[in-house]
């Protein structure tokens, strides 16, 4: 058997890794040189304690209210494109607690895998990227925040996670690498943290020491298709590779791959922002995310990554200078003693998470195409479940029973 993968981020190098470890022919393929991408610069968490999804009861009314100002988490560029509108009004349908209510096991369970496949990866000799179980910390300063987050965490303790609701005091003597300034949070203790980079790089130097052929800098211009089957894919240097088996990885570009095929994926990028602060006098020890501002901080190796912004950008990449400065300004609100200044542009990573109307991953194949597998809109998950969706993929493919239900994941659900 013979795997194509299209993506080298950490969705489509997982899959390598699982499929190549199975003993199958692995060939990947990206246009860029694998030195960056969205897998890259995000925050590094691993979290179990992110359960609900992005599509939920409330999220479009907080929406309509952040869409007011320059400087909040989430903006959506305006545009008259029908694909906007119809995840637009799938959004809208998805934001159910019914819906929420069958996501939230089936997302709990999929990060808990993916994060005991990531100490699987921490044990090996090739790989030390800084992987860290120090929990993680939902700040709060404002009550009505507060009340969700304890709301949340009852319903982390019927999932069967210990989170632990603190107050202020207990906040300042949890966090001691810096002075907090909260009303309160919300402490889980089960989720964990690495370095993206470091783990992606040393992924990639194994896969090829294991024999994953790759061809980078190369794009994919077209699909030769019939009977259902795709049976080959044109690069952009007229090269034509004949497929067996094709997994699209491919992040926020899938769907635009997919329109070759005439196929529709429902899928919206979701661009974020980050930047690293090389080894900081001061910093948190515990990975936080203040959710007032929905930025996540996250301590890696000796650095700091700050990152934040969910901005449906039809893939622009453009800076949002007045993002970037809602997430500067939001650090000192919390940890006073930290001095964040608005980094240079040319230092400031963005990566488009791919999105999906109900908040939950693409995971399968398409009836249309019985070798295609489908392998994206984990949004802002990517990076947390990225082993795990490896896994399934490698499962899938070998027509093994999967580890988790994978019946939420259909491509063909809306």
């Not at 929406?63 to 903006?75: A, C, E, I, M, T």
Request: proline content about 6%; some cysteine; aromatic content about 8%.
């Amino acid at each position: 058997m013979h795997v194509h993968i299209i993506g080298g981020g950490i969705i489509g190098l997982s899959s390598a890794w699982y499929l190549q470890e199975a003993g199958i022919k692995v060939t990947l393929i990206d246009r860029n040189e694998l030195e960056d991408g969205t897998s890259h610069g995000n925050a590094g968490m691993l979290v179990p304690s992110h359960f609900v999804p992005l599509a939920a009861p409330g999220v479009i009314t907080q929406g309509l209210r952040w869409l007011l100002d320059s400087k909040s988490p989430f903006y959506i560029k305006p545009r008259l494109n029908l694909d906007l509108a119809q995840w637009l009004w799938q959004f809208y349908r998805s934001c159910t607690p019914q819906h929420v209510a069958r996501a939230m096991p089936i997302l709990h369970a999929y990060n808990e895998w993916s994060k005991t496949l990531y100490e699987n990866f921490a044990q090996l000799p090739d790989f030390d990227f800084a992987f860290e179980k120090k929990g993680l910390l939902m700040l709060f300063q404002e009550e009505a925040l507060g009340k969700e987050e304890a709301e949340l965490a009852e319903k982390a303790h019927d999932l069967g996670m210990e989170a632990q609701l603190l107050d202020a005091d207990a906040v300042k003597a949890l966090e001691k690498g810096t002075r907090v300034e909260a009303l309160g949070g919300v402490y889980y203790p089960g989720d964990a943290h690495l370095y993206p980079n470091r783990f992606l790089q040393q992924l990639v130097k194994a896969l090829k020491n294991a024999g994953v052929e790759f061809i980078t800098g190369r794009s994919l211009t077209d699909f030769r298709a019939e009977s259902g089957q795709v049976k080959s894919i044109l690069l952009d240097d007229q090269t034509e590779l004949p497929v067996e088996h094709l997994v699209l990885a491919a992040g926020s570009w899938s769907a635009q791959l997919l329109k070759k095929l005439k196929y529709r994926l429902l899928l919206q990028d979701g661009k974020g922002y980050s930047f690293t602060l090389q080894e900081p006098g001061e910093r948190p020890h515990i990975p936080t995310i203040l959710t007032e501002a929905k930025v996540a901080v996250t301590p890696m190796g000796k650095d700091l990554r700050i990152g934040g912004t969910l901005e449906i950008s039809n893939l622009s990449d453009r800076v949002n200078t007045s993002r970037l400065a809602g997430i500067v300004e939001s650090m000192p609100r919390y940890y006073p003693d930290i001095k964040v200044e608005t980094p240079a542009l040319k230092t400031v990573w963005h990566g488009f998470r791919p999105c999906t109307p109900d908040g939950l991953p693409y995971m399968g194949y398409p009836k249309a195409y019985s070798n295609l597998m489908l392998a994206t809109g984990h949004a802002m998950m990517g990076m947390s479940m990225g082993p795990a969706s490896g896994k399934l993929v490698a499962q899938m493919i070998m027509g093994q029973a999967t580890d988790i239900s994978v019946d939420l994941f259909k491509p063909d659900r809306f």
